[in-house]
């Protein structure tokens, strides 16, 4: 089945430093990618919608210049977070579609656990 | 935007009990429903896809319904086991996007 690898599983920063987040489809090519947050004991809350070669669509209420996407390949998609603060740590996931349009499911990473110190 | 809601927030049942989570969402223009599992600081395991076309999905003790005009899915699990214990996570496809909703949390008692 399809496969999408996220890189790290952990991270611990210290403030004001910045973190990439690495989102990898393995064995397909995705056009779409999706960044989700969850803070503890919520839900995942979509951040942005990352398409290959053009600028991420980003949710009401995200900062686009905190949270840099970029989805250079068909198969690789980054979130930078820059100048972290402890209230951004939170569990950050990705998921990509195997094909185009709305009926392709949606293949999730493993996740990210950011601390900010 | 889309709205997700899954009722109840928090289940506890004992062990071997039949039981039904509920998800309602407030736009029926679907592509998709998919129902998650996580575990406590976890990724998520998908468990059902049902497309907006079909009415239920079954795998083994799981079964998920989809009723698109009211914007209701249930996700049933027949004979509960302690290993069941988890986060249910219901999650709306539209064309570019996936909603999620808060989640049940459950927690099967030996």
């Known amino acids: 089945g399809a496969v999408v690898s996220q890189h790290p599983s952990r991270v611990i920063c210290k403030s004001g430093t910045s973190v990439k987040i690495e989102c990898r489809s393995l064995d397909f090519q995705a056009t779409t990618m999706f960044w989700y947050r969850q803070f503890p004991k919520q839900s995942l809350m979509l951040m942005a919608t990352s398409n290959e070669g053009s600028k991420a669509t980003y949710e009401q209420g995200v900062e686009k210049d905190k949270f840099l996407i970029n989805h250079a390949s068909l198969t690789l998609s980054t979130l930078t977070v820059t100048s972290a603060h402890p209230e951004d740590s939170s569990f950050y996931i990705c998921s990509a579609r195997e094909a185009p349009g709305g009926y392709s499911p949606l293949h999730f990473g493993n996740g990210t656990r950011l601390t900010v110190t | 935007k889309q709205e997700v809601t899954q009722i109840p927030a928090a289940l506890s049942v004992p062990e071997g009990e039949n039981l039904v989570l509920n998800c309602s969402f407030t736009d029926s223009a679907i592509y998709n429903l998919q129902w998650f599992r996580q575990d406590p600081g976890k990724g998520l395991t998908s468990l059902l896809l049902?497309?907006?076309?079909?009415r239920e999905q079954t795998s083994g003790r799981l079964n998920a319904s989809l009723d698109k005009s009211s914007g209701r899915s249930t996700l049933y699990i027949a004979a509960s086991q302690p290993g069941d214990s988890a986060t249910y996570l219901c999650?709306?496809?539209?064309?570019?996007?996936?909603?999620f909703g808060a989640g049940t949390r459950l927690t099967v008692k030996p």
């Open positions: 049902i497309q907006s076309s079909q």
């Open positions: 999650a709306v496809g539209g064309n570019n996007d996936m909603r």
